[in-house]
């Protein structure tokens, strides 16, 4: 319980096989000078077990040097401009270690991560050396910027090989507004590409995002999970590039509704018959009626389960389309696609 600070000069040493335990409730805040900020004295076969938060805020390059074992089961957290942090000796993290922008987590030699890595700043193991990844890298920031941006880029010096997730986060479609897993070496794929969206963004047919670069590329995800309503078409070969194909929006309440409330639609509005491949009105035991009382839409493919009412306007349908319950009361219903009314 508490904080240990090591400032100025300050320097903790380790000695014939000691164990530091900084516990769940627990903090070490590095704030001084020294380089070595724990440290080893006469012998080595010392362990230091932080189950609690490491906290990197001094501007000096530092070592964990004890000559031994780091285990990491709580928190290394390296803050903005922070210079580098290295462990020497043996390293074992199942918990979380962040790297914020400025900030570099150095580990020469490679080390496995059980836990999650997370941030915008560097993981180094060496150029020849591999980070083996078996818990979850996850580039961008744990809190947003003023604009609440948390996306960036978190890069890898050396190799990595994965066979676990990878998460990635999609605010936008300009650089820096989505995240990127940057990899100097040869990069190992299998595992699990998970991909969010995030700041209201909402993905459009033939965005392209480039989430991960790497030297050498072997091989791709064995899964992947994307945002509801989109597919992406994955890049086989070099540098890892998503883009957008077929896109959906679902009516997303129970409730009855005009057609052109974009709050009602899962992704917005669909209205050129280009925005979305799928349209969809579909509430299980709910049965909306979904109104068109205004302007002119025109959709692909659409399926609606429910009831469309159209009172004014026009809708286009181009694409074959399934409509259980048609009132057609006043508006226009047009387009070169079939219609079935199935009235279930």
Known sequence: ???????GSGQLKLDNSATLNNNADGTIDLTGKNGTPLAWAGSGGNTFNNNGTLIKTSKVDQTLGINGT????GMFDLQANTGSLSVDGSLATIGAIEVASGATFRKTGGFTNEGTIGGTGTVDVGANNTLTNIGTLRPGATTGDTTGDTTGTLTITGKLSNSSNVNIELGGTTSGDYDVLAVSGTATLGGTLNVMEVNNFLTSKNNA????????????????????DVTFNASETGNLILTAGAI???????????????????????????????????????????????????????TCDDSLSITG??????????????NLSGGTLAGSGNVSLTGA
């Open 313 to 326: 306007g026009t809708l286009t349908v181009n694409g074959t389309s399934t409509i259980n319950n048609l």
């Open 248 to 302: 959906s929006t679902h009516w997303n309440t129970d409730a009855s509704g005009n057609w052109s409330t974009a709050a009602n639609w899962s992704r917005g509005v669909p209205t050129t018959g280009t925005d979305f491949d799928n349209v969809v009105i579909s509430r299980a035991g709910a049965d909306p009626i979904v109104t068109i009382s205004s302007g002119s839409y025109t959709v692909a493919a659409f």
């Open 209 to 228: 995002f480039t989430v991960l670069t790497a030297g050498t590329r072997n091989g791709n995800f064995s899964a992947y999970n994307y945002p509801a």
């Open 70 to 73: 780091v285990n990491n089961a």
């Open 1 to 7: 319980t508490g904080t240990i600070t090591i400032s």
